[in-house]
């Protein structure tokens, strides 16, 4: 009885089966990724040899079993390998723990044939046969031998028959006349809109399919290529195959494209000459073409894989920003404006200028997600575009440059900031004030100070005067404690409403600045006759003694 750990590691042979038939088919024997895809699946036998002599494969139609066990599973026809094996009549085949690197290899070959594709007149079976393999046997059903014969010489002997009628043509002409006469008498079903979605979805699940063999089939070409015109036209075919890929939404054809080219342009031993047509079209997956049409995909509703999407934006260069930016612009899918957001977050440090750029868009939404991104990317660089912002026409855009400023910090922000607590609009000034509590300077602390004991600051709302204490309250150092200690100390001879306020913002700083000797300060004011000061007071006593 098969172990857990044999079972296991046969599940592990069939995945590098399926791995290698893909990978063999797209790389010449000399490429790096041909000989590392070989060692490991060798290296995948060895580990099952570990535990057993032989490697017993015992296949159905959709399902591959090693002993009773069930090791590969698939109701799909494409990479199924399964199907593959059981439609040529094989159902079972054994690796036995002798097998070579070359046996292992000339099988590969042999099932990477695309026998839909390729003028091949054998099938797998047949090839298996001319390669008399040492140390791999199969099994075949010769009943599907026998029907394919029986298929054989029936069709010629029917090839004859028909050939020896003389009144063949007639007779031909006869059978097209009465079928277009029955096909008027039929009636004509119309097609229901779920069945022309079905339909569409079909054809275009098809000529996806067809896109992949199209890529495998011009990187053969391209390990081929010997001219410099084989190189442009390779070029232009690959840089057609994304734009097609995109507009019908398959990032994933798009992705492998700039893996595969990736790959050739990290690896040393490709000529530098050949280096500049992989980087041609690596930059196109970032040109204005493909990404307009990639726009019109994310805005259609379409289901993204996220992480599919993040990959391929992990090979764009910096020309991506200006049309990512552009399409930003004009999406009107709200998820869709979250993933481009997240595209331009990865890119923007490639180019912080560039996409500064975006801060001069007519658009304010624009303008606000551009700073969005760069207080996201958090690079202090960023400072000197987004202070040019700060005196925007739009409060949304005063308050996220102004929260990006605070998070960032460096210089000039601080001077930035204590010029927008004069802003007309109170969501800009509120936005500044936490910005500067945010930052936690010396220099900030005293700005915040000096506005309280400001004498316009009396006039401000209840509410503003509180925000502007509790952000002090940021700061727990001694000087702090004795400016609150000194403003709830302070009494007027006529009672003052405003003073009441700013007494009680003070009580309630106290609270929050966490020190308790602020309890025996609050305790003598607990029974002022302001009701505002007395409940502000009790409640940071409560604060203080239950923390």
């Known amino acids: 009885m098969e172990t857990s750990e044999e079972i296991r590691a046969a599940k592990d042979v069939i995945q590098a089966i399926l791995k290698s038939k893909k990978i063999l088919r797209m790389y010449p024997s000399n490429n790096p990724i041909y000989i590392k895809t070989l060692e490991d699946t060798y290296s995948k036998f060895k580990e099952f040899f570990y535990y057993n002599d032989e490697l017993q494969l015992k296949i159905k139609q959709n399902e591959i079993f090693c002993g009773p066990e069930q090791v590969f599973s698939s109701s799909e026809k494409e ?60 099994v075949v059903d010769e009943a599907v031998l026998a029907d394919e014969e029986d298929y054989e010489s029936s069709a010629v002997v029917e090839a004859k028959e028909e050939a020896n009628e003389a009144d063949n043509l007639m007779k031909a002409y006869e059978d097209a006349f009465k079928e277009s006469e029955l096909e008027k008498e039929a009636s004509i079903v119309p097609l229901t809109d779920r069945d022309l979605q079905a339909l569409l979805k079909e054809l275009e699940k098809d000529s996806l399919e067809k896109t992949g063999k199209l890529v495998n089939i011009l990187f053969e070409i391209m390990y081929l290529a010997e001219t410099r015109q084989d190189f442009e036209d390779v070029s232009l075919f690959l840089m057609n195959s994304m734009h097609y890929a995109v507009m019908h939404g398959d990032i994933y054809v798009v992705t492998d494209i700039l893996s595969r080219l990736k790959a050739l342009l990290d690896n040393k031993n490709i000529a530098e000459e050949i280096k500049k047509y992989i980087t041609k079209i690596m930059l196109y997956a970032g040109s204005d073409a493909v990404i307009n049409q990639l726009g019109e995909f994310l805005d259609s509703g379409q289901d993204v894989d996220e992480k599919i999407f993040d990959d391929f934006v992990k090979f764009l260069e910096k020309n991506a920003i200006v049309p990512l930016m552009k399409m930003l612009g004009e999406l009107k899918n709200i998820h869709a404006r979250k993933i481009v957001i997240d595209a331009l977050t990865y890119l923007g440090p490639k180019d912080l200028t560039l996409l500064s750029s975006g801060l001069n868009d007519s658009r304010w939404y624009v303008v606000r997600n551009i700073i969005y991104i760069m207080r996201k990317i958090a690079d202090k660089r960023a400072v000197d575009f987004l202070l040019k912002t700060v005196k925007h026409g739009d409060v949304r855009v005063k308050k996220e440059v102004i929260r990006a400023l605070g998070e960032l910090g460096g210089s000039g922000v601080i001077v930035a900031l204590r010029d927008s607590l004069d802003d007309p609009e109170d969501q800009v000034r509120i936005a500044a004030l936490k910005a500067l509590g945010n930052i936690g300077s010396e220099a900030a602390k005293r700005i915040v100070m000096d506005k309280i004991m400001d004498n316009s600051f009396k006039e401000k709302e209840f509410g503003e005067k509180k925000d502007y204490f509790e952000v002090i309250s940021k700061w727990k150092d001694n000087e702090v404690f004795d400016f609150l200690s000194g403003i709830i100390k302070k009494k007027t001879f006529f009672r003052n409403t405003k003073n009441d306020e700013n007494r009680a913002c003070a009580a309630y700083s106290l609270g929050l600045l966490g020190n308790r000797d602020a309890l025996q300060i609050l305790h003598k004011y607990r029974n002022e006759s302001s009701k505002l000061i007395k409940e502000f007071t009790v409640s940071a006593i409560r604060r203080l003694e239950h923390e």
Do not use: C, H, P
């Open 79 to 138: 990479d199924n390998l399964a199907l593959f094996f059981f439609k040529d009549g094989l159902r079972e085949i054994t690796f036995k723990n002798g097998l070579t690197n070359d046996e292992m290899e000339s099988f590969f070959k042999v099932i990477s044939v695309d026998f839909d594709t390729e003028a091949v007149d054998d099938d797998v079976v047949t090839l298996f046969w001319e390669k008399d393999f040492q140390n791999i046997q199969y």
